[in-house]
Every structure is written in structure tokens, then in C-alpha cells.
């Protein structure tokens, strides 16, 4: 693969100031792509995150907001038309990912997640459509889960909104495809990442996996970049699992 063959393309990284988000995004830099890095509050991490991707050669854009709220999402995107005038890539990857027993779970908390996870990738994708529609060449991929496949206790809102996004790709491919906009979901395993307390995996079915060992953020990211790539055209509406072999597909 060409590791340049993106020289001049903008990419929007969603949830990019830490773990598997920030990865994408400097994969996507060291591919020639300039960055729109993206947090909900995290200002640390963001610049952190554009940092790295400046080491890169590429240049990058702070952008904060809430994605399911309109009004920051029309900022965003007013920000990305500003500094860079086009946008080649989205990378919906922000996501919550909380453990709750659903006999416990109240419709507040199940919103929460949906809000997140299902409705903020409608209102990003949707409020990106035009610019991706003027590049010619565009990439849109969703980051999925390993669970939406294989099922797990105390995370039925966050498997539903993974499954959600599943057929969110492939209708989404089989509408924006033949405009040459190339659509897909990597979903990870179980990757090694910073979380906080209250959001990390007990009861995750990826624990076990034929590699016997948990995944770096940087193989999921580089899997994204191959699909962002020239050599990756030929791909679309395709769920592509980087799991260690927990789940055969």
C-alpha cells in the first residue's frame, strides 16, 4: 500500500483524543491526510492527539462539541469549512460503551447510549454528506463492536447500538456507493486502551481469542487506513473484524 497516496485529503476522526480514535487519526496523517481531531470536552487529550499528527507532516483541527447536539454539530462542521474547505473521510468512532444488568437499566440509560453511539453517527454522517459527495473519492467507516456479533451479559444498549450500526453501513453503502463514496465497519475485539473505571469491559465475550492476547489500537487503525486507501476502493458495506480470532465470521 501507498503510504502516502492521501496527500491533501481531510479526515474527521471522531472521539480521537485518546485510544483507538487518536491511532486512526495519526494513521491517517502518516497516509498524507490533514486532520480534524475531534473530542466531546477532552481538550488534553485532543491536543495531545494533534500533536502526534503534526509529527506526522499533516495538518490538523481541534474541533469540541456534543455530536448529537445540532447546534455544536453545525460549529464543527462551519469549523472544518473554514480551515480546510473539504472533507474526504469520516471515521465515526465515538462511542460509549458503559456495563449495566438490563433488569437494572432504565430508558434513561439506554437513551443515553443510543444518543451516542446511534444518533450522533446519523447527525455526523448526515451533516457531512455534502462535502463528502464534492471529493470525488470519499470514505466513510463506522467502528462497530465485536459484541453486536457475538452477544455478551450486562451490555444489551450497547450491543443494540453496535448492531444499529451494522445496517447503518450497509444501507448507507448501497446509497452513497455509486457516488463513489466507499462505505464500512471494523469492528475491534478486545483492544488495549485507557478507560475509566466505570467503563471498563467484566463481562466482554472477546476475552478469549486464537492470538491469546489483547489488541493495540494501532492495528484497528491501520485496518481503517487501508480502507480509506486507494487500495481499498473495492471495498464497501463490508464489516471487517479485527478481533485476535475471537469471532469467525
Known amino acids: 500500500m501507498n503510504t502516502r497516496n492521501q496527500q491533501g485529503k481531510v479526515a474527521l476522526v471522531t472521539g480521537s483524543s485518546k485510544n483507538i480514535g487518536r491511532a486512526i487519526a495519526v494513521a491517517l496523517a502518516r497516509q498524507g491526510c ?25 495538518q490538523g483541527l481541534i474541533s ?29 468512532n465515538a462511542a460509549v460503551r458503559p456495563e449495566l444488568p438490563f433488569a437494572e437499566m432504565t430508558y434513561a440509560d439506554w437513551r443515553q ?33 465485536l459484541t453486536a456479533h457475538t452477544g455478551a451479559a450486562n451490555r444489551v444498549h450497547v450491543i443494540t447500538s453496535k448492531s444499529a450500526i451494522v445496517g447503518f453501513t450497509r444501507g448507507l453503502a448501497h446509497e452513497l456507493s455509486p457516488q463513489g463514496i466507499m462505505v464500512n465497519c471494523v469492528s475491534p475485539g478486545l483492544i488495549d486502551t485507557v478507560r475509566d473505571e466505570n467503563n471498563r469491559p467484566q463481562h466482554h465475550a472477546s476475552r478469549s481469542n486464537l492470538v491469546n492476547r489483547r489488541g493495540r489500537p494501532e ?16 471495498i464497501t458495506g463490508q464489516t471487517i473484524h479485527v478481533n485476535g480470532g475471537a469471532y469467525l465470521s
Open 34 to 58: 490533514n486532520i480534524v481531531v475531534h473530542a466531546a470536552q477532552n481538550r488534553q487529550g485532543a491536543e495531545a492527539s494533534l500533536k502526534l499528527v503534526q509529527a506526522e507532516g499533516a
Open 64 to 92: 469540541l462539541g456534543d455530536l448529537s447536539d445540532s447546534a455544536q454539530l453545525e460549529r464543527i462542521f462551519s469549523e472544518i469549512k473554514e480551515h480546510f474547505g473539504r472533507l474526504d473521510i469520516l471515521v465515526n
Open 113 to 145: 447510549v443510543m444518543s451516542v453511539n446511534v444518533d450522533a453517527v446519523f447527525q455526523t454522517t448526515h451533516a457531512a454528506l455534502e462535502l463528502l459527495q464534492q471529493s470525488g473519492q470519499a470514505t466513510i467507516i463506522n467502528i462497530g463492536g
Open 219 to 234: 492495528e484497528v487503525a491501520e485496518v481503517v487506513a487501508y480502507l480509506c486507501s486507494e487500495s481499498g476502493r473495492y
